[in-house]
């Protein structure tokens, strides 16, 4: 917007957990987390302080081993579509909390507009340990979509992807969200259980059946040609219960 000619960058780097980096005209040049920078001063610390009580993540753009060249404040944007989809797994009886490798102010400004619980400043280990504790008592979805996220994906009962996400996370996810909408979530998970208790309505749709014709034909109440023909239909009986699944949205 400001027409400014940017300079090619080579060698682009992810650091996990702590930022990027690159070299543009032979210099290696960093974006990382202020915790990650040793050569920060006083006042350089104060003002990223001030950024994150504002509830920002702040990056710094420096050289290795010298004074930063500019901090950046970020804020992430919260989806239009974030609230109502949390409220729809709230109404399925799922607790949410945010696992972030921001700052806790910036962490804390961002959960408590959507209401839901966080744990901040977590690098991608970090995230793993808190899925593992959770993962003691319950069972644990995961949703991400980057670098960071894919080791507590792996970890988790089950891990789902958003469809924007980058090729490592899409790759360790159990399950990814085509449309990257997060009102998908809840929608997956209940077609999930619908399919799940079909499963479980055919088998004993199936079995019981079987059972009862096996028994009849025994004590030869029923003849053999009826068992067979009971048990076709036993086959078009689970198959239109299924069919109903096509009703879900």
Same mark, same amino acid.
């Given at each position: ?60 753009? @420096?050289?290795?081993? =010298?004074?930063?060249? $500019?901090?950046? %404040? /970020? ?7 974030? #609230? *109502? ?24 400004a ?9 744990r ?17 008592s ?26 924007? @996400?980058?090729d490592? =996370?899409?790759?360790? $996810?159990?399950? %990814? /969200? ?7 979530? #809840? *929608? ?49 009986l ?12």
């Open positions: 917007g400001q027409g400014l000619a940017l300079a090619a960058a080579q060698g682009l780097r992810a650091l996990p957990g702590m930022g990027v980096e690159g070299r543009i005209d032979g210099a290696l040049w960093q974006l990382l987390a202020p915790s990650r920078v040793a050569s920060l001063d006083d006042a350089t610390r104060g003002r990223v302080a001030a950024l994150e009580l504002q509830g920002k993540t702040v990056v710094v753009l @420096g050289q290795p081993d =010298a004074a930063p060249a $500019a901090l950046l %404040a /970020l804020r992430d944007q919260i989806r239009p579509e974030a #609230a *109502a989809a949390l409220q729809e797994l709230n109404q399925l009886g799922l607790q949410s909390i945010m696992l972030t490798g921001d700052n806790p102010r910036a962490a804390e961002i959960a408590g507009e959507l209401g839901m619980g966080w901040a400043g977590l690098l991608p280990e970090g995230k793993v340990d808190e899925i593992a504790k959770l993962g003691l319950q069972k644990v979805a995961m949703i991400g979509d980057g670098i960071n996220d894919a080791p507590a994906m792996k970890r988790a009962s089950i891990g789902i992807a958003m469809g924007g @996400g980058t490592v =996370a899409l790759e360790t $996810a159990d399950a %990814a /969200l085509t449309h990257n909408q997060l009102g998908g979530v #809840a *929608a997956m998970i209940r077609l999930s259980r619908a399919a799940l208790a079909n499963i479980h309505q055919n088998i004993a749709l199936a079995l019981g059946l079987k059972a009862i014709f096996l028994v009849t034909s025994l004590l030869g109440i029923t003849g053999l040609w009826i068992a067979v023909l009971a048990d076709t239909g036993a086959t078009a689970v198959t239109a219960n299924a069919l109903r699944l096509l009703r879900k949205r």
